[in-house]
């Protein structure tokens, strides 16, 4: 990790960490990219609290997995909606865990897809298809175009309410439109 996470000093001032991890940690047990759920929030842990991090006094937010839909996913795709929102959850528990913000991506979809805890699980082989769930899903893992805007709506939201001081924080340079123009 620490090939990845700089340390605290020279130019590079770390001010937040984006964690968003699980989609393809939450494969079917016994595939390739499986991670099991108590190493994948171990994972999240050492990286919410690794000492780099700590150095820079970065904020840290954790973005869930969004949910899979199973119908789009090809035949040898190994995801589940059910393992996928185990994951979710886990993410979430360990945001409280280590007191950083979380983005509860998959409650983000399943709620714009009109789905109630204690519903069937939309995204489910065995649940009609959602075509509100379609719409966020390109291939039942990866986001559409909307997928992402929804995505950036929430975290845009979340730093907003939750990291201010991110959220306001000032450019080390000018908006486009704001910048000299060719010729001026």
């Known amino acids: ?38 190493e994948y929030k171990e994972h999240l842990k050492a990286i919410a609290n690794h000492l780099y991090v700590k ?37 979430i528990e360990v945001a409280d865990e280590v007191g950083v913000e979380v983005v509860k991506l998959w409650h983000v979809f399943m709620d714009y897809a009109g789905w109630k805890e204690g519903d069937p699980l939309l995204g489910d082989i065995n649940v009609p298809k959602s075509d509100k769930l379609d719409e966020l899903l390109s291939d039942g893992l ?17 730093l ?12 080390g340079y000018p908006h486009w439109h704001e910048a000299p123009k060719y010729g001026e």
């Open 55 to 91: 150095d820079h006094g970065a904020k840290v937010v954790i973005v869930t997995p969004p949910p899979v839909c199973e119908h789009k996913c090809l035949p040898s795709h190994d995801r589940r909606s059910a393992i996928t929102k185990q994951y979710a959850e886990a993410a």
């Open 1 to 38: 990790m620490d090939d990845v996470i700089p340390p605290a000093r020279g130019g590079l001032d770390m001010k937040l960490l984006v964690i968003f991890f699980g989609a393809n940690d939450a494969a079917v047990p016994g595939s390739l990219q499986h991670i099991d759920i108590a």
């Open 142 to 158: 990866h986001l559409t175009g909307k997928g992402y805007q929804l995505y950036f709506d929430t975290f845009m939201k979340v």
């Open 160 to 171: 907003e309410e939750k990291v201010p001081e991110i959220y306001n924080h000032e450019r």
